[in-house]
Each structure stands twice: as C-alpha cells, then as structure tokens.
C-alpha cells in the first residue's frame, strides 16, 4: 500500500463509506479484479488477490442485466471496460461521471476517478456508486417545469406576435433575398424568396395613393443603405390590407441588424393607439363641463398657432350672477346655465375661431386673421344664436361682454394683452349698465 502512488488516500475512502453511496469498489485493471469496499478493514484484501471479490468483466454482463434500456448498457460496456478505463484518465485529477436506470426505476450516478497510476498508466480506479433516483427525480421535475415555462412563455410571444404585428420580413439588402415570417395556428411559418420586389410588396400592402410617393421615396435602397447596424426607420401610412373598404393606420420599422446588409422589418396596425391618443389629447384639452378648449389649450395655441397673425379679436363673455343663482337655486341648474352660453359660442366657431372656458364663469371667443367688420358680424350671430337657445328653454339668463380687435403691427400681436384689453372693456360695459 505505502509503495502504491495513490491519488485517494485511506481516509478519504473512509469518509466516502460515511455518505449515501451504494457501493465503492477499487478495481485492479490489469488483473481483471475488483475490491468491494464496506468498511476500513476491506482495505487489507488489495493486498491479497485471492480475497478479491469478483471479476470484473463477469460483473459487468450481469450488471447490464439490470439495466433498463439497451443504451445505458452500452454506456456501461464504453464506461467500465477495462480498455477504456485505461486511456479514460489523462491525469490524477481527473474524473468521469454517468448516470443510468435500473430496471427496478431507481437511478444510480457512478463516479470512476483513478486511484493508481503509473507511468501515465492507469493501473487501479475508485468506483463509487450513488442512488440517483431522489435528485435525478428533482433534475427532472426542474426541466419539465422549465419546459412547461417555456412553452407558456413561446404561446406568449406568439399571441404578441400575432396580435401586435403583420408579417415580419427578414432581408439581406445586398442580395435582395430573404423571407416573410407570419404566425398561423400558433406555428411559426417562414416563407423565402429571392425577389426584393415581392418583400417589398408585402411590407407595403396596397397604401393610401395620398401616401405611395412618399413612402416609395423614403423607403427606396439608398436610403436603406445608408443605415447603420442597430439604426432604424419609420413609415407610418394608411393601407386597406386587411379590408378593401377601410383604410386604417399602420407604422412600418425598418432596422439594419449586421454590417453584411441584413435587416428585420415588422408592421403594426396603430389606428386603435392613434385614436385613443386623440381621446385623451381631446380628454386634455378641453373643458369637461362645458366642452370647450380649456386654459391649457389656449396656452399652446398662443405659443403653437397664435403667431404671424395680420390680425385678431377677442370676445370676452362673463355670466352674470351666476354665484347668486347656484345659491338661490342649485349648482345643477347653474351647470345648466354654462352648458347652454357654452353652446352659443360653440355654434360660431371654425378652425380659425375658437372658444375656450377661462374662469368660473368665464369664456373667451379668439378669431385670428379676421376683419373688424366680420367681427361685428360674427358677435351679432352669436347673440341671435344665444337668443335662440335660451327661447327653446327653460333657463334665463344675462351674459356681459367685453370686445376688442387690432390689426398687427410688425405682425405682432399679443394675444394676452389683448384678452386683457377684452377684459377690461367687460369691466366698463358693466360700470355703464350700472
């Protein structure tokens, strides 16, 4: 023993008695025999051959009488051989593992590491035996486990897939080839062609003819060459790919994946985002009671659209006593009251003429680009329209109202001095009525 060059020595192969292992052998590779190792004592009979306590290639055979499957006995045949233990093992560190399955269900996990060597030689190896059935039973449910994630996590990106974008192309730009991927049946379906032209056609199905020219000059090859790898561009047009009757928004992104001119490019229908972007840009913007631009509104419009004007006037309405009648009466009836004035000023408005609530009870009527005389007029129609509604119903009321128009000068015109000056002319139409 003290002469052999042992990699494990004896206190090792004790503690290796202490754990879970079914069985721990030393085989002597080239005196065909094997060693069972129980405890401490077996240590003795490597020194006597005639105390070994099987051959090995006996063993062997009936030991893949065990086995469950043909393949495992023929990863025991390569795994145990004696020939191949001996080149198995390049150094002293070195060790092998394999699992297999008995018969009886249960799993055992062999561990083979070299216990002899000589001249490069293997000459004794250590088997130990382990009962595998508990982890490998854990290996497996994690894998399933893993698979039942994966395959709910592939119904996932095929239900996004499917629902968020139409075809998906895949094209190499220097070879015009490439192909349409599309989703049918929860199956990925790729369909290669070689011809640019059909790519083409499928990405930009049959579009608006207010829309062609621009997306055919955007979207030709040297602007697509002139991308860089992670670069992308945007097309949004209308297209009736889906109804003939209907034309609907769709956003088409083009993005360079590789230096060698390949790219993916995937189309989505956004007219449902646009609308509910409209909804709550309008939510925004306006007034809730009374439907009119609201003060947020105004201030885009002076910083947006209120500039370079040759000219611009102002109304400035004020219901009056209002706070006395939400008192007298009820703050429901004097909601009536601001929805019926609000439709009056309404009922004027055109995209150059619009309204907005800017108090409690106040409204401003702004007209761009518009004459004095046709502010006259349109201040006379508002009355009458007033005059109309308030006939129709129920309700009784009293409006004031302050007006100014200036021409521009420099074309300038300050649109909140000017409601200021509308304000202020309120204040003195009021003083007179008193």
């Not at 930009?204 to 992308?232: C, N, R, W, Y």
């Not at 609308?275 to 003060?295: G, P």
């Not at 129609?381 to 100014?404: A, E, F, Q």
Request: net charge neutral.
């Amino acid at each position: 023993m003290r002469s052999c060059n042992k990699i494990f020595k004896p206190l090792e192969i004790y503690q290796a008695l202490t754990e879970r292992y079914e069985a721990i052998y030393i085989l002597d590779i080239d005196k065909n025999l094997a060693y069972i190792i129980k405890s401490s004592q077996d240590l003795k009979s490597l020194h006597d051959p005639k105390e070994a306590t099987f051959e090995w290639d006996e063993t062997i055979k009936k030991f893949n009488e065990r086995l469950v499957k043909s393949n495992c006995q023929l990863v025991v045949e390569n795994f145990y051989s004696r020939e191949n233990l001996k080149k198995t093992f390049s150094n002293k560190l070195d060790k092998r593992e394999v699992a297999i399955e008995l018969c009886s269900g249960k799993w055992e996990k062999i561990i083979i590491q070299p216990y002899l060597i000589k001249n490069n030689i293997t000459k004794q190896v250590l088997i130990t035996v382990l009962d595998f059935t508990l982890p490998k039973r854990q290996i497996e449910n994690v894998i399933n486990s893993a698979q039942r994630s994966m395959e709910k996590y592939y119904r996932l990106f095929i239900d996004t897939v499917d629902n968020l974008y139409g075809p998906i192309i895949k094209f190499n730009l220097e070879s015009g080839s490439g192909s349409s991927i599309t989703v049918q049946d929860e199956n990925i379906i790729e369909v290669p062609t070689k011809n640019w032209d059909s790519l083409y056609k499928q990405l930009f199905l049959d579009i608006h003819p207010e829309d062609k020219d621009v997306i055919t000059q955007a979207s030709s090859m040297d602007k697509l060459m002139e991308l860089k790898p992670g670069e992308k561009l945007f097309y949004t047009y209308r297209s009736n790919r889906e109804n003939p009757d209907v034309y609907r928004w769709y956003t088409t992104t083009i993005k360079m994946t590789s230096e060698l001119g390949d790219a993916t490019a995937y189309t989505q229908d956004i007219t449902d985002n646009l609308q509910e972007r409209k909804r709550l840009i309008d939510k925004s913007e306006h007034d809730v009671l009374t439907y009119l631009f609201n003060k947020e509104k105004l201030d885009q419009m002076i910083k947006l659209e209120y500039i370079n004007l040759s000219s611009c006037g102002i109304i400035y309405f004020d219901i009056k006593g209002l706070d006395v009648i939400n008192k007298a009466y009820s703050y429901e009836h004097g909601d009536k009251i601001m929805k019926l004035v609000a439709s009056s000023i309404y009922s004027v408005t055109n995209k150059d003429i619009n309204a907005y609530r800017y108090g409690e009870d106040e409204f401003i009527l702004i007209a761009r680009n518009i004459s004095k005389d046709d502010m006259d007029i349109l201040f006379s129609l508002w009355k009458m329209r007033l005059d109309n509604l308030l006939k129709d119903s129920d309700i009784k009321c009293n409006v004031d109202t302050g007006r100014v128009w200036v021409a521009a000068k420099d074309g300038k015109i300050n649109i909140k001095e000017l409601i200021n000056h509308a304000d202020k002319n309120l204040y003195e139409e009021k003083q007179k009525k008193h």
